[in-house]
């Protein structure tokens, strides 16, 4: 049984997920997702989520796996992606690693050990308290005093993340960047990543976050808040439901919504590019402005040695 994958990784909007269903399409193979937030069930538009039609064109793993009501932690994703990409490789096929978490797709490539921590919720609420009562910055400079590694990889503005990583040490004594140690990957990948210029990366994001609002994203959060999904509910957090939220509350406008929603997603793209970095040898980097075709071409010539099961 040959094991076979190949990612694609980038910052958002730079077409990741369009050029892998092009490739699955021409070469075969399975999609994986390795967004977190387009794990969530109900969430479509704001997580930009490929339609149904085209996962039912190309077998598509990792959609639609979670209850946003209840969390979803990297450990989990870590289990789910290894039952996916074993019943992959069963079917004789490969893998094409599609999305933007870093997190998600670093745990597999690298075969993190990650601490298996049950939500705390007593504890979450505590730590929220906090940085609702100080402000992030009090929250960041507390796991930075029991874990340096981690405060310094971490955004401290991601207040759910150092929440997170803050909860791992509390629970188990050991910092999360201890428990996250690598090891070697028991299958045969490639790693690729799409590049877009800042400029256009940003004209791109703000043309999806505009088309996400006129599209139904405040109609798809009231839905979500009137099936009973909690406001708070760490999914709701996701950058443009949050925003959503807020101006279903009365608490911002519409325009205001859109535009902090634009800010947040122009910082999200600035953090995936420090986790997928540009001299990182591992990663071939493609320009995503090249236009579909020329990418797939550029794709199908690398990828062969992989999909074929021969060694790199």
């Given at each position: 049984m040959l094991r076979r994958l190949v990612a694609i990784v980038g910052p958002t909007a730079s077409g990741k997920s369009a050029i892998a269903l092009e490739l699955a399409k021409r070469l075969g193979g399975e999609i994986v997702n390795a967004d977190s937030r387009q794990v969530y069930r109900g969430m479509d538009i704001g997580t930009a989520k490929p339609p149904i039609a085209e996962r039912k064109s190309v077998r598509h793993h990792l959609f639609d796996?979670?209850?946003?009501?209840?969390?979803?932690?990297?450990?989990?994703?870590?289990?789910?992606?290894?039952?996916?990409?074993?019943?992959?490789?069963?079917?004789d096929s490969f893998a094409w690693l599609v999305g933007g978490t870093a997190q998600y797709v670093w745990a597999l490539l690298e075969a993190w050990q990650v601490p298996d921590v049950a939500p705390d919720e007593a504890?979450?609420?505590?730590?929220?308290?906090?940085?609702?009562?100080?402000?992030?910055?009090?929250?960041?400079?507390?796991?930075?005093?029991?874990?340096?590694?981690?405060?310094?990889?971490?955004?401290?503005?991601?207040?759910?993340?150092?929440?997170?990583?803050?909860?791992?040490?509390?629970?188990?004594?050991?910092?999360?960047?201890?428990?996250?140690?690598?090891?070697?990957?028991?299958f045969e990948f490639l790693l690729f990543g799409v590049s877009v210029p800042r400029d256009e990366l940003y004209a791109r994001i703000d043309r999806r976050v505009e088309?996400?609002?006129?599209?139904?994203?405040?109609?798809?959060?009231?839905?979500?808040?009137?099936?009973?999904?909690?406001?708070?509910?760490?999914?709701?957090?996701s950058i443009g439901y949050g925003e959503a939220v807020r101006y279903l509350a009365n608490?911002?406008?519409?325009?205001?919504?859109?535009?902090?929603?634009?800010?947040?997603t122009h910082r999200l793209a600035r953090g995936q590019e420090q986790w997928f970095r540009k001299d990182d040898p591992r990663i071939t980097w493609v320009h995503g402005a090249d236009g579909i075709d020329l990418q797939a071409n550029i794709f199908t010539g690398a990828c062969t040695n992989v999909i074929r099961g021969e060694r790199r």
């Open positions: 796996v979670a209850d946003p009501r209840v969390g979803y932690s990297l450990a989990l994703y870590q289990q789910q992606a290894r039952v996916a990409l074993e019943g992959i490789w069963a079917r504890l979450r609420s505590e730590l929220g308290d906090v940085a609702g009562a100080h402000g992030w910055q009090a929250l960041h400079e507390r796991l930075a005093t029991v874990d340096p590694v981690a405060a310094q990889r971490l955004d401290g503005r991601n207040v759910r993340r150092v929440v997170r990583a803050l909860e791992v040490y509390e629970k188990t004594g050991r910092p999360i960047s201890e428990w996250q140690k690598k090891g070697n990957p028991d088309a996400m609002f006129a599209g139904g994203l405040v109609d798809e959060v009231r839905g979500l808040l009137e099936s009973g999904v909690p406001a708070d509910a760490p999914a709701m957090s608490e911002i406008g519409l325009q205001e919504a859109v535009e902090r929603t634009k800010f947040a």
